[in-house]
């Protein structure tokens, strides 16, 4: 069974300082790789896309993957209160379309 | 990316009754699926709706309960069938592009009573 793994949280960080999560996945021949932010009440939204070994950086944002640790994560530098929400890790899997989903972990930026 | 609206939005709906829900995107697109969310919890794929054959559904779910159509590029409906409380939940449908990334549409909230 694929699956993707997320500690589910609260993770609290104070304003300011790095936001750290992460993810790991069992599929080995994953080949994409996501972070989605969702916000209580609201549907899921694609913050950052990985796809290959290394840093990715956009804005504050930077995922991190390492396919031979099988892992992912999310850093979020100059954390904000508006940042406090769920995170999702997505993946898609080798073969089919799809994206499997961890369970999400709940970051509480605080002021 | 592509926009992606739901209707309705929210419904209170009783018990072995069915709802439609609708979603619309504003562009062509190949890959359209239908979720579910329960309150926090994450995202459990329902079905993939394939234009023009028959939707591809996840173990645990059947056409029967949820029947799904997807008559062009743009629209596609899930059904909810013969309602029970324990269908209460978010169904978000979603788009993927070419990359795979997957963009949502703002959700449905039913409600089942």
């Known amino acids: 069974q694929k699956e993707v793994e997320q500690n589910s949280g609260p993770l609290s960080v104070p304003e300011g300082a790095i936001a750290s999560l992460n993810c790991t996945y069992s599929?080995?021949?994953?080949?994409?790789f996501f972070w989605y932010r969702q916000y209580s009440g609201k549907s899921p939204e694609l913050i950052m896309s990985?796809?290959s070994n290394g840093d990715k950086e956009d804005g504050r944002f930077t995922a991190q993957l390492n396919k031979a640790s099988q892992y992912v994560s999310l850093l979020i530098r100059d954390s904000q209160p508006s940042d406090s929400a769920t995170y999702l890790c997505?993946?898609?899997?080798?073969?089919?379309?799809?994206?499997?989903w961890g369970a999400g972990t709940k970051l509480i930026i605080k002021p | 990316s592509a926009v992606i609206s739901q209707k309705p939005s929210r419904d209170i709906c009783q018990r072995g009754t069915s709802l439609t829900i609708q979603c619309q995107v504003d562009?062509?697109?190949?890959?359209m699926f239908w979720y579910r969310q329960q309150p926090g919890q994450s995202l459990t794929l329902i079905a993939t709706?394939?234009?023009?054959?028959?939707?591809?559904?996840e173990s645990g779910f059947v056409i029967d309960k949820f029947p799904i159509s997807r008559p062009n590029l743009t629209f596609s409906t899930l059904t909810v069938s013969n309602m029970s409380p324990e269908d209460s939940s978010i169904y978000l449908c979603?788009?993927?592009?070419?990359?795979?990334?997957?963009?949502f549409g703002p959700g449905t909230r039913l409600t089942v009573t």
């Open positions: 979603s788009v993927a592009d070419s990359s795979y990334e997957q963009y």
């Open positions: 562009s062509q697109v190949t890959m």
């Open positions: 709706a394939n234009q023009g054959s028959e939707a591809t559904y």
């Open positions: 599929d080995r021949g994953s080949q994409s």
């Open positions: 990985i796809y």
């Open positions: 997505a993946v898609k899997g080798s073969g089919n379309y799809q994206l499997i």
